[in-house]
């Protein structure tokens, strides 16, 4: 494969898909713990998120968190 994983998380769809590995994990944001909070939903929407930023190259992986609690007190 061509590249470092976070060179690999930018390419198209196509490029992805003739890849024989794609691990795109170097180049996202940490894994959050939602505990015991039942807010599945909204640490889903974080991460895909944040990924979403991540490839526009509006952030970086290593300060972006977005906070998915306040996620889920604005929605209730």
Same mark, same amino acid.
């Given at each position: 494969t061509a590249g470092t994983s976070a060179e690999r998380f930018y390419y198209s769809a196509e490029r992805v898909a003739s890849l024989s590995e794609?691990?795109?994990r170097d180049a996202l944001t940490p894994v959050k713990d939602q505990g015991d909070t039942n807010l599945c939903w909204a640490y889903a929407a974080t991460n895909a998120t944040e990924a979403a930023v !991540? #490839? #526009?190259g !509006?952030?970086?992986?290593?300060t972006l968190r977005l906070n998915p609690k306040a996620i889920a007190y604005r929605k209730y």
């Open positions: 794609y691990d795109p !991540l #490839k #526009k !509006l952030g970086d992986k290593d």
